[in-house]
């Protein structure tokens, strides 16, 4: 367990999307094959690689939806009712990295209007506040664009 720990602090959060050979993604494979080290181990990457990121996101419901998925799934003995719950709880995961990156995305566009300090004609410009500078920083525009382009879909 220790070691997986330290393996878990040295690779990125998303090889959790990489798939094996066989197209399986490693939660999959512990899901999969259940035995009780697997379970700690899925506890442990769970704890660390989703839990852990929502806590310092500061999405503390989230977190403990995320928390209430796990101990679903760590409570199940049926293979195939886990693995829906793994599916469902990785889905559920996606979709708040989603609504992550296109916070950042807004907060970027926003800063960008914050520090921008000269019209178009090139006379200086009143600074925006804070609330100012969010209505006019074209996210509205710019993210529908972008995850459209992307092919990313957003609930909102």
């Given amino acids: 367990e220790e070691l997986f720990k330290v393996l878990l602090d040295m690779f990125p959060y998303y090889v959790l999307s990489w798939k094996d050979a066989n197209g399986k993604l490693a939660v999959e494979c512990l899901v999969s094959n259940w035995t009780r080290e697997n379970k700690i181990l899925l506890q442990v990457l769970f704890q660390k690689w989703v839990l852990h990121r929502l806590t310092s996101w500061g999405a503390t419901s989230w977190m403990e939806v995320m928390q209430r998925k796990v101990q679903a799934i760590l409570a199940v003995d049926e293979r195939a009712r886990r693995?829906?719950?793994?599916?469902?709880?990785?889905?559920?995961?996606?979709?708040?990295?989603?609504?992550?990156?296109?916070?950042?995305?807004?907060?970027?566009?926003?800063k960008l209007e914050l520090k921008s300090g000269w019209r178009k004609n090139g006379a200086k410009r009143q600074a925006l506040d804070r609330a100012q500078a969010r209505s006019v920083c074209g996210s509205n525009i710019v993210i529908p664009s972008v995850t459209m382009f992307l092919g990313i879909t957003t609930t909102t």
């Fill in 83 to 110: 693995m829906n719950l793994s599916n469902d709880a990785c889905s559920i995961f996606k979709q708040y990295e989603t609504v992550e990156a296109m916070s950042i995305f807004e907060m970027a566009l926003w």
